[in-house]
């Protein structure tokens, strides 16, 4: 298991400049280890700064804290979030993606089974047909956005979703596009420890 | 042409945080109008800062800036990267970013007819066999980037491409990937003066 | 742009049956220069001809000429032709016909924008309902010919066209599936002339 | 089996110009029937007659009556030619076409089994491997015009074929695409005839 | 016509096992001639006997043989088996099946043009609406099986069909899936037999 | 978790045939449960006892215990049989058979991340460049086995591959082509035991 975890050279933590340094520091110490993703970046510092901020900002917000026009709020739940993650990783063939992510969702989500589930088939996921309508948009996102018509966004409103949540459910959808090639061309590997995460209790 | 320019409300330029201001009014001094881009992803402004912060990485770098292992520098111009931009978004069918970039492109290229070339069919363009190699390693990443593997880089570095070339080919590639989805999911519509940039001796 | 406008030799206009000189002359004096498909086509006498035949009757027919089985009449003016054209050619990503006839297209339908839009997305064109239910059809035809069905013709009708109509839509969509083919197989280039052709105001 | 020929109405022979009598005449004469196709398409003459005037400039031309500018001649047999009709044709799922030109291909070939070979895969076919490579290229032209590049014509050359030959192939499959839309669009149906020629020694 | 009926070694006749060697025998004494699968498979017995008792279990049951939940009987009869068979060979493109079963499906039903028209474009056969229910049902079995779902059950239910009979349609529809995978890779070629065979009056 | 592991009815293990609950209560006892794919195929007992033929025919054969033409034995591992099935399954989006099998394959291969990255992306997996190879057949028999060429049986002979290797991957790939059709289509159910097995180590 000592193929690199990247094409590129990945620099050494202690060579980072302090503000990445101290992220990756932060999710170390929350993860228990340093996903490879943040490391296989790094080496383009303005880049890794934009990635971690659209990250960020799509993954954090507190679900509840926007509305739209109509008043409705955003309501995906981080668990929701990394539905579409898996989902539009497995379209896009990302091992890093599927992996990371998939663990994060059984983690979210308390279900060990539903990332094997999505990632496979998302029709046949034992998941609400709110979250199957929510995986549909995504999936046309994902790989036909340019037929996304009003009809789609009916689909979205029948199930409660708000326009804040259709951006939302589009935009993972999208930056995880872009994340699924960058770690596919770079040859990202999964860190080993996701691949277990959250399909058998945690051991105190 | 009183199309809105995006399904989503469009906030007024003076309700926006100072920062967004000035690079708006920023843009359009230098372009003598604000295209839409800024305004649609603007009620959203940590994502509208992440996105332009990830644009002005791969897009405002210096030519020959930085070297990669081999002593290899970066080397694609920004006519270039706007030949990316321009051939990726055709083969999403992203109205706003063949119709913009496009435009960039003819500008930065001096060619007025190289953009509707790299839109309809890049291997028909009147470009060099280097930006054919660029091109088509970018097509791979947009289209299967999983299936990305050691000949596609040794056809790149075949034509003087060093591995900073590489990344920065799959980068763009990869975020406007994430621009299309966004532009045509949110009917964002291209201005109009686009259509025309660069096709037309500046006039004095 | 030095470039051949074919890989086929091209006959000297001068050394052309008295027909196609003519044919060719009359072209020339009404567009200002002679379309490289007058040329590269010629070195086929025969060929040339029938392909002439075939566009004129689908092109140059009258509008309301003739009259369907219901008393409907042909109704697509010659700018939806030229749509129809346009939006085919992009599919079958040839060069020639999309700058050719993209620009016919904005002299016939005086909107400077359309052509791209079409080529690019029709989806999102500025275009009526009853012209998107056209090109809807026409992009049947052109990639599942086999699949239309009734319920292709009734979304025709619903929008008023005769049978007539879908009759010309799939004609002139066949027809230019098979220019597509010859233009993109035998490398011909558009006249630098199309590609701002209509884009701006005639100066006088 | 009294479905009719044509979603459209068809002419009565006797109503049809001088010209167009003459000649479907002249068909049943030589078949003992009246193939479909020339009744179906008749009620619009005009492109009745570049239809049929394009298939005979393509498929009545004499073999070696021609030379590419490197004095190699036209090869194809009438054979071939209705090899890749079928092959088009079957691609493009015109139940008309096949079975007609299925039909000639039998007789011409004088092979009962090889219409149906390359019907449903060519690769399988009992075919020379010079027809396989005129076969690739035409499926290339038919699927992926855009795509044909050098390599594609000097697979042919190293046939033997000529540039002349290159032409018929392309030009055939790409006349045919046209032919097999206007059938599978129009509801052509074969004459049951077609389904049995060329499958027995004909009776005396 | 003496190119081999496989890639494989072809086991003689009398060095097959006893069981094997009767079943071939009483297939020669029906059909006249030996089936090239039941040999082109036989260096396989294991694997020859599974297939067979695969093919008998879907192929030879009676019609009204069992019953559904609801009460209703399996109804496919047995030239609507093969029709299954047929289209999901064509669209596999396998030449073996298609020659084979197609000779089958016309004998069944009498019908000397129906093979051929639903190997080239089911929809376009000369069937019932309740055939044309249940080939879409099997094509999407063939080709997107992992988006069957209620809808598409609710279709044929719309049309009489049991559950024993969505059952039949995607069991023929598999194993003939993996019939013609075996056949194309292995290099099967149909007996000439096949070809003729139901498409003239038998002699007598 | 309590959805039915089926569509269709499934049997009381103690209304089976004698032949058939054999079997199943010696799956149990080895695997120490049912796995579903016994339960819901058992309403047909024809055609699951030729499933299970068919399944021990491919799965079960001792490696080295045949050869071919040449004198070279088959050489397919367990484990790589497993690869082969848990890629083919992955490709045609079947719930059941990627869940079930990968289980199985990290188990004989002592792999516990092999599984789920054949599945994502073969190309990306820690396997070996001839099991690299052997998945690159096996995934051309699953998607266009009509393409399968001389070339592509040289690319195995390369790395060592006998005939019988041969044959085994197509055919391991088409019988597991019909299992997920089978599973797809009747809503089968994995196991939830599956999604951990082989991924901690065997508690004592």
Same mark, same amino acid.
């Given at each position: 298991m000592n193929k690199p975890i990247s094409r590129w050279p990945v620099p050494d933590l202690n060579d980072l400049p302090d503000d990445m340094k101290a992220r990756i520091l932060d999710v170390q110490a929350k =993860? @228990?280890?340093? %996903?490879n993703v943040f490391l296989a970046l790094a080496h383009r510092p303005a880049e890794w700064r934009a990635f971690m901020a659209y990250h960020d900002a799509l993954l954090l917000k507190e679900t509840g804290s926007v509305k739209d026009s109509n008043g409705l709020a955003n309501s995906l739940t981080k668990g929701e979030r990394e539905m579409i993650i898996t989902a539009t990783s497995a379209v896009n063939h990302c091992l890093y993606c599927v992996v990371a992510h998939g663990a994060i969702l059984r983690i979210y989500e308390k279900? %060990?089974?539903?990332a094997d589930q999505v990632a496979i088939n998302h029709r046949k996921a034992d998941i609400s047909p709110r979250q199957r309508a929510m995986l549909d948009f995504a999936m046309k996102v994902c790989? =036909?956005?340019?037929?996304?018509?009003?009809a789609d966004f009916a689909a979205l409103h029948a199930h409660g979703f708000s326009d804040e949540d259709a951006w939302d459910i589009a935009a993972i959808t999208a930056f995880f596009g872009l994340s699924n090639r960058m770690a596919s061309f770079s040859g990202m590997t999964p860190n %080993?420890?996701?691949?277990?995460? @959250?399909?058998v209790p945690k051991q105190k």
């Open positions: =993860a @228990g280890f340093v %996903p279900k %060990p089974l539903v790989l =036909a956005s340019h037929e996304i018509e009003d %080993p420890e996701f691949y277990l995460m @959250g399909r």
